[in-house]
C-alpha cells in the first residue's frame, strides 16, 4: 500500500465486484433458466431467481436430449467431448515432447528444416484451410472417428517450442552425469527430461484440454453421424431446433454442462492454468 | 539452440520428430500447398472440368464489393472487440492491482469465462437478447427500445461484439494485471512521495509501462476476433442478416461448403493466410524485442 485512501479503495472494490457482476450475469441467467420447467421459460419476463426443477432438467437432458432436435442425449455428447478433448490434449504433449527432445539435443541433418517446418503449423489455423484439409480427413476415411477428431489437431508449434525452452533450461551437467553412468538418450528422456519437466507438462495440459474440448469448427466439418456429435457442436444444433419449440430450460441446461468441465478446470487449476497461459503465449 | 553437450548422431531424431512432421504435412503443409492450387483454378457448377486461370479468382475477389464489405466488417469487428475487451480488462485490472485485500479472489472470479467455448458465449447472449423472450430485450422494451437483431443488421453485430468481448476480458484481464504487478513498486513510491496521485501515476508510469503487454494483447485480440469468433458467428447469426456480420472466416466457410466455390474459397483462404503470417510476425517481432528489455 502506498497511500491510504480509503475512499478510492472503496470505489476500486466496487468496480471490481461490479465488474464480477458485470461478467457472471450472463452465467447466473443460464442457470437460472435451467431451473425452470418449460411453461415458466415461455412467460414474459423470464424468471430472475432460480427454480425448483434443475434436476429433473438435467435428468432429462442427459438422457434423452432434446426433442425436434437432431442430436443424441447430452450425457453421450458429453463423453465424446471428454474423448476428443484428452486425445488432442494428450496427443499434442506426446508429439511435442519427442520433437522438442530430438531438436534440443540431437545434431542431425535437416534439424532446422523440421523446426521451422513445426514453426509454420503457427500460420495455418484451421480456419484458413478448412476445404483441402477436409478432403484429406475424407479420403483418408477418418470422417466420423475419434482419430478424424484429434490426429489433425495435434500438431503443435506451440507446445514444441515450450519444451524447446524448458529442456535448454535444464544443466548440460545433467547429461553428462547420465552418460557417465551409462543412460541411453531414451533412458535421458524417461528418467530425467520427464521428470523435470512435469509441472510444465501439468500447466499445458490444462490450457490444451481446454483448446480441445472447446473445438467447435472442426467438429461440425467432419462428423456427420449423430454418435460422434460433440456437446459443443449440439448446443448449435439445440438452437436451430429452438426457431421452432424454443425449450430455453434444455438449451441452457446443456449450455451448463457444456462449460462445466472447463471452467472447473480452470478455477480448481489455477495457478497451473495461469502458468501455461503466460508460457504458451510467448 | 542446441545443447552445447548432446547425443551422437543415430536414426534416432528422425524417429521421434515422425509423428510431429508426419502430422504437419498431412494435415498442414499438403492442405495448405492444396488452397494455393485451388486458388488459382475455376471449376464448373457440377465440378466436371476444372480450368487453370493464374489469378483470376483474385481478380474476382478485390473487385467483389461483398467481399470488400466483408473485409471492412471484420476490421470494424476486429477492433471493436478488441477495444471493448481491453478497455475494460485494463480498468479492472487497475482496480485489482491496487486493493491488497482480496486481489487473489478477484482475479479467480474473473479468469473464468476463458474456459467457456466461443460457440457457448454465442448461445447465452443470443439467449438474453432474444427478441420475442429475452431477458434484456425484456429491458430494453421497458425504456421503449425495440431490439431484433434478427431484422436490424446493427444490432446483430453489437450482439455478436458483446459476445466476443465478454469471452475475452478474462484473456486481457490477466496479461494486464500481470504486467502491472511486475512494475517494481519503488516506482510508483517514489511518484508517490513527488505528490502524483493515482490516476496520474496511472497515466505517467503504469500506462507507459504496461504498452509492450498492450500491444501484444491487441495482436492477440485481433487474432481471436478474425479467427475463433467463427463460432460465435455460425451460432448467433449466420452471418445475417442481410450479411450484416459475415466476417471473414465465415466467408470461407459459406462459399466453400455451402456455396461450393472452391476456387473463391481458396482464393480467401490464401489471403487469410497472409493476414496470419503478417500477425504471427508482428508478434514475434515483439516477443524478440521483449526479450531484450530484460
Known sequence: MIENRPIITFLSHLFLIFGILIIAFPIWITFVAATHDAVRMVQIPLPLLPGDQFFENLKETLTRGMKGASAPPVGFMLLNSLIMAMMIAVGKIAISLLSAFAIVYFRFPFRMAFFWMIFITLMLPVEVRILPTFEVVANLGMLNSYWGLSIPLIASATATFMFRQVFLTIPDELLEAARIDGAGPLRFFRDILIPLSRTNIAALFVILFIYGWNQYLWPLLITTDQSMYTVVMGIKQMLDAAEQSPDWHLIMMTSLLAMLPPVLVVVLMQSLFVKGLTETEK | ?294
Not at chain 2, 20 to 30: A, D, E, P, R, S
Not at chain 2, 54 to 66: A, G, I, V, Y
Not at chain 2, 206 to 217: D, R, Y
Not at chain 2, 252 to 266: C, K, Q, R
Request: hydrophobic share 55%; net charge neutral; proline share 4%.
Open chain 2, 1 to 294: 539452440m542446441l545443447k552445447r553437450v548432446h547425443f551422437g548422431p543415430s536414426a534416432l531424431p528422425y524417429l521421434l520428430v515422425a509423428p510431429q512432421i508426419i502430422i504437419t504435412l498431412i494435415f498442414f503443409i499438403w492442405p495448405a500447398s492444396q488452397a494455393l492450387y485451388q486458388s488459382l483454378l475455376i471449376q464448373d457448377a457440377f465440378g466436371l472440368s476444372t480450368e487453370f486461370v493464374w489469378f483470376e479468382n483474385f481478380k474476382e475477389l478485390f473487385t467483389d464489393e461483398h467481399y470488400f464489405g466483408a473485409f471492412k466488417r471484420t476490421i470494424i469487428f476486429s477492433f471493436s472487440v478488441a477495444a471493448l475487451s481491453m478497455g475494460f480488462a485494463l480498468t479492472l485490472a487497475a482496480m485489482a492491482d491496487r486493493v491488497i485485500k482480496g486481489a487473489t479472489t478477484y482475479r479467480t472470479l474473473l479468469i473464468w469465462p476463458y474456459a467457456v467455448a466461443p460457440v457457448l458465449a454465442g448461445a447465452l447472449w443470443v439467449f438474453m437478447l432474444d427478441p420475442t423472450l429475452g431477458i434484456f430485450t425484456y429491458m430494453l422494451g421497458s425504456f421503449g427500445y425495440e431490439w431484433n437483431h434478427k431484422l436490424n443488421g446493427n444490432e446483430a453485430m453489437l450482439l455478436v461484439i458483446f459476445a466476443s468481448a465478454w469471452k475475452q476480458v478474462a484473456y486481457n484481464f490477466l496479461f494486464f494485471l500481470a504486467g502491472m504487478q511486475a512494475i517494481p513498486k519503488s516506482l510508483i513510491e517514489a511518484a508517490a512521495i513527488d505528490g502524483a496521485g493515482p490516476v496520474r501515476r496511472f497515466i505517467t508510469i503504469v500506462f507507459p509501462l504496461i504498452s509492450p503487454t498492450t500491444f501484444f494483447l491487441l495482436v492477440l485480440n485481433v487474432v481471436y476476433a478474425f479467427f475463433e469468433t467463427f463460432g460465435i458467428v455460425h451460432t448467433v447469426t449466420q452471418g445475417g442478416p442481410a450479411k450484416a456480420t459475415e466476417i471473414l472466416v465465415y466467408k470461407v466457410f459459406n462459399d466453400g461448403f455451402i456455396g461450393l466455390d472452391l476456387g473463391g474459397s481458396a482464393a480467401q483462404s490464401v489471403i487469410l493466410m497472409l493476414i496470419v503470417i503478417v500477425l504471427t510476425v508482428v508478434q514475434f517481432r515483439y516477443v524478440e524485442r521483449k526479450v531484450e528489455y530484460t
